[in-house]
């Protein structure tokens, strides 16, 4: 009976992470870590040190990032608190974007509309890119009103594709149980067979 248990832990395990693989090939997680880089890179560039903000952008970044690692870790043991990780992700990120915005709006820099040609033009590349080099190579010649707008957009697409991974696997989760349930039919199916 044990040997089947361990079986079902190792098969369920191994059936999670091939269907969410590692961290590293979810688009959100990539997006993130392009988010970082430019956070990081235009805090030190056109904040002052010693500001706050630049703590509070940095960590904000970085906390989106992190909570897609540390859920996609846990994710094979609890759905639960792999979608509240998700979450906070995009908590943070939300964050982050009204940090830019705020940078924006106090210094009388334009945010870019949601319909305007940049906007437009900036979601292409975060469609067609994933690297932080790509970014970072554009962020060198361009001003903070732009690196700002161009992380903007960047956040928005993150949100969206968090936002799809929490909906997709709540639903599975509705559907199939999380790791607890699928051990609480296995003890069962175990004890009818006895």
Known sequence: MQTSR??????????????????????????????????????????????????????????????????????????????KLLGVARGSLQELLK???????????????SDSKEVEAMRKLGKEHEDSAFFLSLAQSRSDEVIANMTI???YQADALLNGYIQMHYNKFLQEGGFRE?????????????
């Open 182 to 194: 699928k051990l609480t039919r296995e003890r069962l199916s175990c004890r009818n067979n006895k």
């Open 99 to 113: 940090d830019y915005e705020d940078y924006l709006r106090v210094r009388n820099l334009r945010l870019w509309e």
């Open 6 to 83: 361990n079986f079902v832990i190792f098969v369920y395990m191994n059936t999670l992470h091939s269907n969410t693989g590692s961290y590293r090939n979810l688009k959100a997680y990539r997006k993130a870590e392009v988010i970082y880089d430019l956070t990081y890179y235009f805090c030190e560039k056109y904040l002052k040190r010693g500001d706050r903000t630049i703590d509070q952008m940095v960590q904000a970044a970085r906390s989106g990032k992190q909570n897609i690692v540390e859920g996609n870790a846990v994710s094979a043991t609890s759905i639960e608190t792999f979608l």
């Open 153 to 155: 957009v960047l956040i």
